[in-house]
């Protein structure tokens, strides 16, 4: 089993940068493809950006384009988040998960406990 631990989160000011991370543990993690999700109040959960096993293959959201940069240390277990130009919508709760496969219907099996970001005005 995966656990995935998220770090990074916190408050900044629009227009600001965070990096987040994920470490993983308790599997094989060039196996898995990596995805960051956020969940806003009242909102529903939605994908922020997504990689390959091997990093070579990329998905953004069409909000973040630009703005968040996806990648990921194999060596380390770890995947990153590079949040730049910051804006108050990005307030939200940010997980990362992982899933096996990359087509669109493969499941995202794991899931971090998620961390707070949010960006004042």
């Known amino acids: 089993q995966v656990q995935l631990v998220e770090s990074g989160g916190g408050l900044v000011q629009a227009g600001g940068s965070l990096r987040l991370s994920c470490a993983a543990s308790g599997g094989t993690f060039n196996r898995y493809a990596m995805g960051w999700f956020r969940q806003a109040p009242g909102k529903e959960r939605e994908i922020v950006a997504a990689?390959?096993?091997?990093?070579?293959?990329?998905y953004y959201a069409d909000s973040v384009k630009g703005r968040f940069t996806i990648s990921r240390d194999n060596a380390k277990n770890t995947v990153y988040l590079q949040m730049n130009s910051l804006k108050p919508e990005d307030t939200a709760v940010y997980y990362c998960?992982?899933?096996?496969?990359?087509?669109?219907?493969?499941?995202?099996?794991?899931w971090g406990q998620g961390t707070q970001v949010t960006v004042s005005s």
């Open positions: 990689i390959s096993q091997t990093g070579r293959r990329t």
């Open positions: 998960a992982s899933r096996l496969g990359w087509a669109v219907e493969d499941p995202y099996d794991y």
